[in-house]
């Protein structure tokens, strides 16, 4: 009896230890090796019966031959693969990115948001120097809503809300 309950005490000191919840916010592979997510095996190379029909070779532009598993997802769920190619600003959106855009636009809007994030979550951080691997959560947990106090603050107001999981 005393040996089984050192077995499983230490089994779960073990599974204890190699736990860590790091989600879907850490991607990064922990290992050195190839990663098997980013292999896209490409078709192979055919001659069209009409090389009129061959597109004009633009730098950055795509290849016939290349791969695009969006789009052929898109065709397989009944859609239009041609949708997901940018043609520009669809015109039902013109006025939403007029408003949008009325004040300026920067082009590098990315990267600041990046860097001001970046700088946000250091300063959130314990002394600045010790953050941890992913503190995404911990930097903007006073910001997070609660989303069942919401529900409920909505529904007080009077406004129709869908149901929701149990909390």
Known sequence: MLRLTLCMTLVLTLTACAGGDRGLRDLRSSSGGPDEFRVQPSGPLTLPSDLSVLPTPTPGGTNIA?????????????????????????????????????????????????????????????FGLFRA???????????????????????????????????
């Open 66 to 126: 290349d791969p695009m598993p969006n789009a052929d997802a898109v065709a397989v769920l009944g859609g239009n693969p041609n949708a997901l190619v940018a043609a520009g600003v669809p015109t039902r959106d013109g006025a939403l990115i007029t408003a949008a855009s009325r004040n300026g636009v920067d082009p590098a809007i990315r990267q600041t948001l990046a860097a001001e994030d970046e700088a946000f979550r250091t300063r959130q951080s314990r």
């Open 133 to 167: 691997r992913d503190s995404y959560f911990q930097a903007y947990a006073r910001q997070a809503l609660d989303a069942y106090a919401e529900l409920q603050r909505f529904r007080n107001a009077g406004v129709a809300t869908p149901s929701a999981p149990p909390q």
